[in-house]
């Protein structure tokens, strides 16, 4: 699948919104001098954590050139970026991290068990590891996507993300102390046009890459059909997308 960094920053401040609230979480953490930053996407997590930990060096990791050549661009002191995909390189990364962040990313990852496992031998003792991701398979947009989907032939996405309750189960294996809550952010675009807009940088890209194009423009207009009930106008005539986030921090034993 390809990612566009312009696409995905087109929406950069709502987007970061999470980052900060994450972020906050971890602050004031002492002995965070080695950062990974998995999935790092166009940097965007990436500089948020280089202004918070000053004097931390951070490694981040992502397998989209697009998305790398624009970290790259931004010059971020103390960072460098590799590309990596996270299925299958991770541990040929040889170092050790005292905070491995993943900022809406792991739920692209397909073995969830075997990510944490990693995740784990990664950090050093008394690391961190903070998470934050979009829970998707529950959303309006993608069930209504998903319908309209299967009506052209395409499969479904697969969402590998879990549960709260199956990540605790996970995570208790590794972590001594583990903190876990469920955010749902409200954001307010101009537009339902907008809310595909969004969605073209992330969620929609695996549909609109496996159908000929055509036929996007025609599969857009019969999704905003199916979607515009769920995005009423407000008074001001604006649209609210909600966003439902699962984070999670949790310490190395």
């Known amino acids: 699948m390809q990612w566009s960094a312009k696409q995905y ?27 990974l930053d998995l999935g790092c996407g166009p940097a965007n997590s990436t500089q948020i954590l280089q202004e918070t930990f000053i004097n931390a060096k951070i490694l981040g990791i992502d397998n989209s050139l697009d998305m790398l050549q624009k970290a790259k661009s931004k010059n971020l002191k103390n960072c460098n970026f590799l590309q990596c995909d996270v299925n299958c390189e991770l541990l040929e990364i040889k170092e050790k991290f005292d905070l491995v962040f993943a900022n809406a990313s792991i739920h692209w990852i397909e073995n969830q068990n075997k990510l944490f496992k990693e995740v784990f031998e990664l950090l050093n003792e008394n690391g961190i590891f903070a998470v934050q991701l979009p829970l998707g398979k529950s959303s309006i947009f993608h069930q209504n996507l998903a319908k309209l989907a299967q009506k052209y032939g395409l499969d479904s ?32 675009l101009s537009s339902l046009d907008e809310v595909i807009e969004w969605y073209k940088g992330s969620g929609l890209r695996p549909y609109l890459e496996k159908l000929d194009e055509n036929l996007h423009a025609k599969f857009i207009e019969e999704l905003k059909t199916t979607l515009a009930p769920f995005f009423p106008l407000q008074k001001d005539n604006s649209v609210l997308l909600p966003m439902s986030r699962l984070f999670f921090i949790a310490f190395k034993t």
Not at 10 to 34: G, T, Y
Not at 161 to 187: C, G, R, V
Request: proline share 0%; net charge negative; glycine share 0%.
């Open 9 to 35: 920053l087109k929406f950069e401040k709502e987007r970061n919104i999470a980052i900060f609230d994450l972020v906050d979480k971890i602050k004031n953490q002492s002995n965070v001098n080695n950062i």
């Open 157 to 188: 996405r697969v969402f590998y993300a879990l549960e709260a309750y199956e990540y605790y189960d996970i995570l208790q294996n590794y972590f001594k102390e583990i903190q876990i809550w469920q955010s749902t952010y409200y954001h307010i």
